[in-house]
T-cell receptor
Framework: DSGVTQTPKHLITATGQRVTLRCSPRSGDLSVYWYQQSLDQGLQFLIQ???????AKGNILERFSAQQFPDLHSELNLSSLELGDSALYFCASSAPGGRGTEAFFGQGTRLTVV | AQSVTQLDSQVPVFEEAPVELRCNYSSSVSVYLFWYVQYPNQGLQLLLK??????LVKGINGFEAEFNKSQTSFHLRKPSVHISDTAEYFC????????????FGAGTQVVVTP
């Protein structure tokens, strides 16, 4: 158990809908990262938050947004869903301590868009 | 920006035989290097990392990797594999100028057979 909790584990929804994925980082970790894993794109970095502030942005679509709350949990919002958004979405967290700190991954949320 | 190339998409290996997974990277800045393992239906777990210092890095479960700056490689090895090592292995890099976001390779599926 990495200590990173993601809910829900599975999500099935229809095209055009909106969903919210939730992540609780390890106790004490200030950084939260979101990654998307799909068969055609592999593991892609989406976005990073540090102590409530956006720190880095990757290949995140405009239909997707995220935030980190004062209690440090994070949510990834996916809207106007398309079939191609079906993927495994991972959250990871890391402790304060600078660059090179290990990221701990949750078990992921598997999103299926039908 | 960084990129990672894992040269083998699948590596079949017999139990108790050695295995080597190849990883090459490119980057305009210095990097930190990581190997993660993903077991079926699970998140990613860190095997080992290279930040600085000795180029031979030892990790969990008997794995080790060697950083070669001139060849921009970070190959993963295990002298004797077990059935339980069947998993997907990801090489990842993080720029020393970034705050921990990881660029992953496409992954290498290791299948260990008796």
């Amino acid at each position: 158990d990495s200590g990173v909790t993601q809910t829900p584990k599975h999500l099935i929804t229809a095209t055009g809908q909106r969903v919210t994925l939730r992540c609780s980082p390890r106790s004490g970790d200030l950084s939260v990262y979101w990654y998307q894993q799909s068969l055609d794109q592999g593991l892609q970095f989406l976005i990073q938050y540090y102590n409530g502030e956006e720190r880095a942005k990757g290949n995140i679509l405009e239909r997707f947004s995220a935030q980190q709350f004062p209690d440090l949990h994070s949510e990834l919002n996916l809207s106007s869903l398309e079939l191609g958004d079906s993927a495994l979405y991972f959250c990871a967290s890391s402790a304060p301590g600078g660059r090179g700190t290990e990221a701990f991954f949750g078990q992921g949320t598997r999103l299926t868009v039908v | 920006a960084q990129s990672v190339t894992q040269l083998d998409s699948q590596v079949p290996v017999f139990e108790e035989a050695p295995v080597e997974l190849r990883c090459n990277y490119s980057s305009s800045v210095s990097v930190y290097l990581f190997w993660y393992v993903q077991y079926p239906n699970q998140g990613l777990q860190l095997l080992l990392k290279y930040l600085s210092g000795s180029t031979l890095v030892k990790g969990i479960n008997g794995f080790e990797a060697e950083f070669n700056k001139s060849q921009t490689s970070f190959h993963l090895r295990k002298p004797s594999v077990h059935i339980s090592d069947t998993a997907e292995y990801f090489c990842a890099v993080s720029g020393t100028d970034s705050w921990g976001k990881l660029q992953f390779g496409a992954g290498t599926q290791v299948v260990v057979t008796p």
